[in-house]
């Protein structure tokens, strides 16, 4: 089902857009599918979207969902499964943040943002997934039920994670995507794709995340695609371009 157009768009832009994603991308029938993000594990979508974060994907966070995976596996539990619970529950019993971080589960001690006074990112999962459980939040059907009935409620839950505090909604929007919903994560490289899609009509453009959001997710409407679907076929096709 396509996704419905969130704020006003410039015609003429979307036009451009759409001439370009069809030189680009192809047909949609042609477009990568999806990994379809973690539609039974709340706790790997809440860990992706934090240390995704001013990572690299394949270096860093891949191989720290890895190391989670088998932490959990050696606990014989079941990481595909793991809701927001678990993961609150995984961290303490691991002894805190701090415990987690280190070489023998998560082996990673990045922070939420760039200050040696910052948080961890693994307290910052700690943070949203305590939050959420805190609302009656554990399983991703309960997160994409929740977000469905107020969406505003549980951004506004979310959003008091540690490093997702920013203006922008990128890791909100990641997070829905991640747990099986649809939007647009308007980050570097999306916002990158429509700059270099406008900028020969519209010289010089600067391409604002929101802006971003709202082409794509009209491209989507206008295509009668998932949203959702268009966003990773974006996301892969800039891969290719560094």
């Known amino acids: 089902m396509p996704s419905e157009t969130v704020g006003r768009v410039d015609p003429g832009k979307l036009g451009v857009l759409h001439t370009y994603t069809g030189t680009q991308l192809g047909p949609p029938e042609t477009w990568p599918v999806s990994g379809g993000g973690y539609p039974d594990s709340l706790a790997l979508a809440i860990l992706d979207t934090i240390f995704s974060v001013g990572a690299n994907y394949d270096r860093v966070v891949l191989p720290l969902l890895r190391r989670y995976r088998d932490h959990r596996r050696a606990m ?46 693994t307290a910052a999962a700690l943070h949203a997934a305590t939050a959420f459980v805190a609302e009656g939040i554990n ?43 649809e939007s647009v994560k308007a980050d570097t490289m999306i916002r990158r794709y429509v700059a270099a899609a406008l900028r020969p009509d519209y010289p010089g453009i600067a391409v604002a995340a929101d802006e971003a959001k709202a082409l794509v997710q009209a491209l989507a409407s206008q295509m009668d695609v998932r949203v959702s679907l268009l966003d990773h076929a974006i996301w892969a096709h800039q891969r290719t371009q560094r």
């Open 139 to 181: 399983s991703t059907s309960q997160f994409v039920a929740a977000t469905a009935t107020d969406s505003v409620a549980v951004e506004r839950v979310w959003r008091t994670t540690p490093g997702q505090r920013s203006r922008t909604a990128v890791g909100w929007d990641y997070l829905r995507i991640l747990a099986g919903g």
């Open 76 to 121: 014989r539990a079941d990481p595909a499964r793991d809701g927001a619970r678990e993961l609150a529950d995984a961290i303490n019993v691991a002894g805190g943040p701090d415990a987690f971080a280190d070489a023998g589960i998560l082996d990673n001690h990045q922070r939420a943002w760039r200050r040696k006074t910052a948080p961890l990112k």
